[in-house]
């Protein structure tokens, strides 16, 4: 088990020594039943994508009852959303009886916006925990391009050859489409929903303007929101906010918006081998996302993330605001292994003043650009992440 993955284990298992009831939540096939079942005592495993395992579970108390000597795990539970409201009566009877914690692990492939059942039927009663897909701290540096390539789900990335992993992502694309969001109650057709995720995929890191969506799929504004953010709860997109402040600059309002796993953005964009990526003009774009999603998987949630633009020109790739003495960072990203800074990067220091300041670029080497500023590679970058927040 990689150090990301062992780091993610422990906190399982210490948030089952304080909950009754712990959420793993990571998008479809990014590893979570695989982790729960090495969570290393007696359980009991419920996938309740099947009719079977759903039928087991009908009488929820009487299972529960059966079963209060194993740590009972429920897979994919967003396929069943009213057994959020027995649980917590599971919970607090089993409380007055003693057993008060370590007895629901429930892996669910939205984030908790979409999971509001739980999140307010189950409050004070469940912890929650994210799980990311494969990053750059869990592989040999050499393999790097090959993660930001076929991207972080383990079937992608562990594939024999690249058809195959491209295979795998398309179908995780059809899948999703055809058959996962359709089952959580939306009723959205699959082609409308993969052209604007396709739209989304060439517009990789710019601003988003549900207008220009709308017009170019014949939808309102509205419903482009709404369906980009379905998208977003399902963990399939990320929209990064703008930074806000009372610096006196006029800042830029709409979030940008990426892809979160770089091997479904190439999916998407039909992008068939490492070449042909280095040669698309997404190229740049891609690697910007794929930073910031390796960099985000390794804090924890409540660090602030946002990017900084004004209307002049002064911007910031990514702002962490990490909070107590470690203050804020700014992170500049290029892809090259001679990076150019342009001098709105410059600027946007200078109104922001952060406490550090990094350019990560596509090579190996660390060295200072000026006395605030260091070039890094994202190896690097990650590991000094994890070691201020070693439990992430």
């Known amino acids: 088990m990689s150090m990301i993955r062992r780091s993610v284990f422990k906190n399982i298992i210490r948030a089952l020594d304080r909950q009754a009831a712990v959420a793993l939540l990571g ?9 729960a079942h090495e969570i290393g005592r007696p359980f009991v495993y419920l996938d309740l994508e099947s009719k079977k395992d759903r039928d087991k579970i009908s009488d929820p108390v009487l299972f529960c009852q059966k079963n209060e000597d194993k740590l009972i795990i429920l897979d994919e539970v967003q396929k069943t959303p009213a057994l959020f409201e027995e649980l917590r009566g599971i919970i607090d009877e089993g409380r007055r009886k003693g057993l008060g914690t370590g007895r629901f692990l429930i892996l669910g492939s939205a984030s908790i916006d979409l999971l509001k059942q739980s999140s307010e039927t189950l409050a004070g009663r469940i912890e929650y925990i994210d799980l990311n897909p ?9 393999d790097q391009d090959k993660l930001w390539f076929r991207g972080g789900f383990p079937g992608s990335l562990l594939a024999k050859t690249d058809a195959d992993s491209f295979a795998l992502r398309q179908n995780f694309i059809k899948t999703y489409l055809e058959r996962d969001i359709p089952a959580l109650g939306f009723k959205i057709p699959a082609d ?4 604007l ?15 220009k969506l709308a017009t170019n799929l014949q939808l309102s504004a509205p419903t482009v929101s709404n369906y980009i953010g379905l998208l977003k709860d399902l963990l399939l997109v990320r929209k990064l906010p703008p930074f806000h402040s009372n610096l006196g600059k006029r800042l830029v309002k709409s979030p940008k918006i990426y892809i979160r796993d770089s091997g479904l953005l190439h999916a ?3 992008i068939y081998t490492f070449n042909d990526l280095l040669g698309h003009p997404i190229v740049g774009k891609s690697f910007e ?27 910031i790739d990514l702002l962490l605001e990490l909070g107590g003495s470690h203050g804020t960072w700014a992170i500049e ?29 596509g090579g190996k080497d660390r060295y200072p650009k000026s006395s605030n500023l260091e070039i890094i590679s994202l190896s690097e970058l990650i590991q000094e992440l994890y070691h201020l927040f070693p439990d992430t």
């Open 197 to 211: 995720w396709s739209m989304l995929a060439h517009d990789q890191g710019g601003q988003l303007n549900n207008a």
């Open 289 to 315: 996302g794929f930073v910031i999603e390796n960099i985000l998987s390794a804090i924890p949630s409540y660090v602030k993330a946002s990017f900084y633009r004004t209307t002049q020109g002064a911007e």
């Open 134 to 142: 494969i990053n750059v701290f869990e592989i040999p540096e050499s």
């Open 268 to 270: 998407l964009l039909g």
């Open 333 to 361: 990203i290029k892809k090259g292994y001679a990076p150019m800074i342009e001098k709105g990067f410059y600027v946007a220091l200078d109104d922001i003043q952060p406490k550090k300041a990094f350019v990560v670029y």
């Open 27 to 35: 998008p479809r096939q990014v590893g979570k039943t695989t982790l």
């Open 192 to 195: 409308t929903l993969e052209r």
